[in-house]
């Protein structure tokens, strides 16, 4: 099957730092900051939106990879921003350049890989695992 996307799409998300997405509360740390697990989810989260109105219908990306630099805080209340930009199409394989910034800084940056996947038949196969 082809897909039509294009090296250069681009997707951005903001969100707003809360309790759940601290260091402290997500155990990645014990302060209260912007944890890491949460830079990384809406990283990959702004990367799959970037793509998943152009699929076909049953159609989604699964995270593979993910090579990131958390570089500053982000303290509680402060919104931060996430822009992704589809760097490379090689078949099913997607790559991502990421960055994130706070309010003052850029904080975070780094490559992100998806790959296109069937939604039904993966839930099947990952399903499978539990009937062996």
């Keep these: 099957m ?3 996307l294009k090296e250069g ?8 730092v809360t309790e759940n997405d601290l260091a402290s509360k997500m155990g990645s740390g014990v302060l209260d900051v912007f944890a890491t697990p949460a830079m ?5 989260e702004t990367s799959r939106s970037c793509v998943d109105l152009h699929l076909p219908c ?7 990879e993910l090579n990131v630099k958390h570089l500053k805080s982000t303290p509680i209340g402060m919104k ?15 790559t991502f350049k990421v960055e994130v910034w706070d309010e003052k800084d850029k904080v975070g940056e780094g490559k992100h890989s998806r ?5 039904d038949r ?3 196969k990952t399903n499978n695992k539990k009937n062996l």
């Excluded at 799409?9 to 707003?16: F, I, V």
């Excluded at 931060?80 to 997607?94: F, G, P, Q, S, Y």
């Excluded at 790959?115 to 939604?119: A, P, Q, T």
């Design 9 to 16: 799409m681009t997707s951005a998300k903001e969100m707003k």
């Design 115 to 119: 790959y296109i996947v069937n939604s």
């Design 40 to 44: 990384i989810a809406l990283m990959e």
């Design 58 to 64: 049953g159609y989604t990306t699964v995270g593979i």
């Design 80 to 94: 931060v921003r996430c822009e992704a930009i589809l760097t490379k199409v090689d078949n099913k394989e997607l």
């Design 122 to 124: 993966f839930m099947e």
């Design 2 to 4: 082809e897909f039509n």
